[in-house]
């Protein structure tokens, strides 16, 4: 479950986000001999999600890329034979190698098509060659969009089918929040077969429509009058410096996780720094053989330190970097390298020449008053108490927000979270019920959820489960009455089910709020929206933004 959930790039949150943190959980503790093959071939502990993201995900997917057929891939998870296993995960390995390299012979190939395009008059780019393999069009597609800033189309007309009509297959990735499904929608009567959503495509055409095509989805996008060829401005979850990094600061971030779609991975910022002991070097498969792929390692620096961090730059060139000497603001994600056993970054994009920041961060104090005895320190006006341990980061966010509103500081003044069963939860509520329903009083909705610890999502739940096993409710100006009505419902066991597992999942998110560390809570909250802006190089964005190849989504 949690290899599907953050290798397709589902939604980490609610239910999802549970599933996925359960799954991490099981993936430490498999004894499928498959996966702790695949563990074993990307050289990761599968303890967190990236070894889903940057791991095993790619290297399942490469397979129906390069070979079509991911049958195999099916028995690679479910077999127990571990001498099979071990045969296919070396299968597996060297699809996901012969994938990298046909990732960048293909880019390479496509942006020399691109040096014939005049950019200022083209809004989509749609690129075709007969000779393009169609499982990697989509990454690749994706890595041009983000670069120049255009949704962007690969299309391959070379196809081993007999058909009557020669048709070009490929795939589509939009970019600053461009529908591409409607815009490829737009010339449906021009395409064979299309399908997708906002960010993504697959579709067919007739080639001889590929011009007719290219000319109308450009004219379509140009009548829309969004803005073209800017960089997308890339979000900072936290400014640190060199002296930051490290294990402690790793251990704070990684409460986050898991990390994916919804909840991607922190975003660090470090201004005025510089790159030394820079090489590169090309990859190389299971075999040895060299792979034409690229990466850079370098080691980073500022004023903060004598010391220097080391860094990857996954598909960049060495000549790419700052000169030495030079100074740049560098956006990176902080990583742990299971194989070497360091702490590093993974740059991400880097902002020469003007250092400007859009920065829009409004502040009040967050004291920490966890576990003490909040009745005893003195009321104050100037203060907001947070009594209950959050449910979600929009409860705390919620919270904040209304404090700042009134300019108080925010007080978190919870006692350690309730470490009762969930069952145990269910009778003092049904209690409680029996108790408003006998004396036929009212009770106050917020106080009762404080006293149960119950969150929104589970008191809905408490309600429905209540009401399944035979009591009515009504709400009305913040209070609630209960009656017994005797109608037992027929799904009664699968209501309370899903109560239990909604306080099961509370508990375990006050949990992470009780012992997150405050420089963490201080950091997302009061860092509100800074943004890396935009160069202005002649046109051409100073910002580069490095797609990594290895966070991998099935192609359309």
């Known amino acids: 479950m949690a290899i599907g959930l953050i290798a397709d790039l589902v939604q980490l949150s609610g ?57 195999f891939c099916v028995e ?15 299968e597996t390995e060297l699809a996901n190698t012969r994938r990298k390299s046909l990732q960048a012979e293909v880019t390479a190939q496509a942006k020399r098509q691109l040096e014939q ?56 990735r939009s970019v600053n929040n461009i529908d591409l499904y409607e815009l ?17 495509a697959g579709l067919s055409l007739p080639l001889k429509n590929l011009e007719l095509f290219r000319d109308g989805i450009n004219q379509r996008l140009r009548q829309t009058g969004i803005e073209l060829g800017l960089a997308p401005l890339v979000s900072v979850d936290l400014v640190v410096t060199v002296a930051d990094l490290g294990k402690s600061l790793f251990r704070e971030l990684k409460l986050l996780e898991p990390c994916g779609m919804g909840n991607p991975v922190p975003k660090l910022l470090i201004q005025n720094c ?44 060495k000549e790419e970097l700052p000169p030495l000497g030079d100074r740049c603001d560098a956006l990176v994600e902080l990583d742990f390298n299971t194989h070497q056993k360091r702490y590093e970054v993974r740059l991400i994009a880097l902002q020469t020449g003007d250092r400007y920041l859009s920065q829009s961060v409004s502040e009040i104090p967050l004291l920490d008053w966890r576990g003490q005895d909040a009745v005893a320190i003195a009321e104050d006006s100037a203060i907001k108490r947070l009594a209950l341990a959050p449910a979600s980061w929009d409860e705390l966010q919620r919270y904040y927000h209304q404090a700042l509103r009134a300019q108080q500081a925010l007080a978190l003044a919870y006692s350690p979270p309730s470490e009762q069963t969930p069952e145990s939860v269910w009778k003092h509520l049904v209690g409680i019920a029996k108790y408003l329903s006998r004396l036929a009083k009212t009770a106050d909705i917020k106080q009762l959820q404080t006293k149960l610890q119950l969150g929104d999502r589970s008191w ?31 799904s009664w066991e699968e209501s309370v089910e ?6 099961e999942e509370e508990q375990f998110q006050r949990q992470y709020f009780y012992h997150i560390p405050l420089s963490t809570l201080q950091g997302i909250l009061a860092q509100g929206s800074i943004t890396l802006a935009p160069g202005s190089n002649s046109g051409q ?16």
């Open 541 to 556: 964005s100073a910002l580069t933004a490095a797609i990594n190849p290895d966070f991998d989504a099935t192609s359309l």
């Open 498 to 503: 899903r109560f239990f597992a909604a306080v």
């Open 460 to 490: 809905e739940r408490g309600l429905a489960a209540l009401t399944a096993v035979g009591f009515s409710y009504r709400e009305l100006a913040g209070e609630i009455s209960i009656n017994w009505s005797g109608n037992l419902a027929d």
């Open 76 to 90: 690679l998870l479910t077999s127990r034979d571990e001498q099979r296993c071990q045969e296919l995960a070396w």
């Open 117 to 172: 395009l005049d950019l200022s008059t083209t809004s989509v780019i749609v690129l075709e060659d007969p000779q393009w393999p169609g499982g990697v069009l989509g990454l690749v597609a994706g890595q041009i969009a983000q670069e120049f800033g255009r949704p962007t189309i690969l299309l391959s007309s070379g196809s081993d089918r007999q058909e009557a009509v020669p048709l070009a297959r490929g795939s589509a």
């Open 184 to 200: 490829v929608k737009s010339q449906a009567d021009l395409l064979h077969r299309f399908g997708g959503h906002p960010f993504a």
């Open 274 to 317: 510089y790159f030394q002991g820079v090489f590169n070097r090309n990859l190389k498969d299971a075999t040895g053989k060299t792979v034409k792929y690229i990466k850079t390692e370098f080691e980073l620096g500022d004023d903060s330190s004598n010391r220097t961090f080391p860094g990857l730059w996954w598909g960049h060139y």
């Open 15 to 71: 239910d999802c986000r549970y599933l996925a943190q359960l799954g991490i959980q099981q993936l430490q503790q498999t004894t499928r001999p498959g996966i702790a093959q695949l563990l074993e071939r990307c050289q990761r502990s599968g303890d967190r999600p990236t070894d889903i993201a940057f791991g095993i995900g790619p290297r399942i997917n490469a397979v129906s890329r390069i070979q079509g057929d991911a049958r």
